[in-house]
């Protein structure tokens, strides 16, 4: 697998806080500009087993699937991304440095071609 973005941020809230904002992904839009909308299924709390699509400013719509997911710690998800298969990792942790916040580890993977 190869790695394709690995991001770091420091937010300034507590873990808690931090996760709540995070894990609402259909808000997303209005922070992450490069997406315009965001689609979950089940309607309402995210989690295991989720689906969901993205709009992106560029027209694509990625679509994912989340297969991991520990509360207040980390979310993976994969989808489709042009012919690859691509492997998210959304990791949130104590700062160890600047409490009360927390750091966010964005990790993105692909494999190769999908069938």
Known sequence: MITLLRREFTVELPLEMAWQHLAR??????WAKHI????VQPPG????GSTGRMRLTNGLKPAWTVTEF?????????????LLTVYYDHQLRNSPRHRPS??????REASACRS
């Open 70 to 82: 520990n509360p207040y710690r980390n979310w993976k998800w994969v989808g489709g991304f042009l």
């Open 25 to 30: 992904v259909e808000q997303w839009p209005s």
């Open 102 to 107: 927390s750091r966010l580890w964005l990790k």
């Open 36 to 39: 315009k909308q965001v689609e």
């Open 45 to 48: 709390e995210f989690g295991l």
